[in-house]
Nanobody
Framework: QVHLVESGGGSVQAGGSLRLSCVAS???????MTWFRQAPGREREGVAT???????KYGDSVRGRFTVTRDRSKATLDLQMDSLKPEDSAIYYC??????????????????WGQGTQVTVSS
């Protein structure tokens, strides 16, 4: 059974930084792991992902400010968030696919989801 647990959320002022971590158990090493987020009243959106090829992919709104890293030996996915803006406030979710064939932000391939961690950025 696969479990994903996020940590590292919190409150920060605009311009600050936070680092989120996701630890997976029971997950295949080749599975794609991705960060999504959902703000109140908005659809969930993809933030950052790393597929089997190892090249990260970012959502347009975070590119250049967020950095995603993955340690396959430890089954972790981290998200370093710098230059945070109030519009980054959301619940951040870690998601994983069954295999590593997909690397993108469509939610369909992601079978496993964490409970989410709240990020609040004040102006």
């Amino acid at each position: 059974q696969v479990h994903l647990v996020e940590s590292g959320g919190g409150s920060v002022q605009a311009g600050g930084s936070l680092r989120l971590s996701c630890v997976a158990s029971g997950l295949l090493k080749q599975s794609t792991m991705t960060w999504f987020r959902q703000a109140p009243g908005r659809e969930r959106e993809g933030v950052a992902t790393i597929g089997n090829h190892g090249n990260p992919k970012y959502g347009d709104s975070v590119r250049g400010r967020f950095t995603v890293t993955r340690d396959r030996s430890k089954a972790t996915l981290d998200l370093q968030m710098d230059s945070l803006k109030p519009e980054d406030s959301a619940i951040y979710y870690c998601a994983a696919s069954l295999g590593g064939w997909y690397s993108g932000f469509d939610e369909g391939p992601y079978k496993y989801w964490g409970q989410g961690t709240q990020v609040t950025v004040s102006s």
